[in-house]
């Protein structure tokens, strides 16, 4: 049974950190690129950063670049995006999801339930 399961979120306050986890199973998880998209309320869903199989190339979203580092951990089946200095239009449910191919992901890729940051004074 495939899946992936997001942790990490929770309430921050502007400048603070967060680390994002998510865990894969019952697939071969070095095989696929992973990537954090985010969905804010009354927001198109957004690529935020891409790592691929083989962990030589990743992407970020031009507003997270500097901030947040992905990277992944091919023995634990993991994925982690480190968040810094985040702002509060960084708020947003934050799901992975793994595709064989790479971008763009498509909803036959396989996708987690997502893990809600929240950045507030």
């Known amino acids: 049974q495939v899946q992936l399961v997001e942790s990490g979120g929770g309430l921050v306050q502007p400048g603070g950190s967060l680390r994002l986890s998510c865990r894969a199973s019952?697939?071969?998880?070095?095989?696929?690129?992973i990537s954090w998209f985010r969905q804010a309320p009354g927001k198109e869903r957004a690529g935020v950063s891409c790592?691929?199989?083989?962990?030589?190339?990743?992407y970020y979203l031009d507003s997270v670049k500097g901030r947040f580092t992905i990277s992944r951990d091919n023995a634990k089946n993991t994925v982690y995006l480190q968040m810094n200095s985040l702002k509060p239009e960084d708020a947003a449910v934050y799901s992975c999801?793994?595709?064989?191919?790479?971008?763009?992901?498509?909803?036959?890729?396989?996708w987690g339930q997502g893990t809600q940051v929240t950045v507030s004074s």
């Open positions: 999801a793994a595709s064989p191919q790479g971008p763009p992901f498509t909803d036959d890729d396989y």
């Open positions: 019952g697939f071969t998880f070095a095989d696929y690129a």
């Open positions: 790592i691929s199989s083989s962990d030589i190339s990743t």
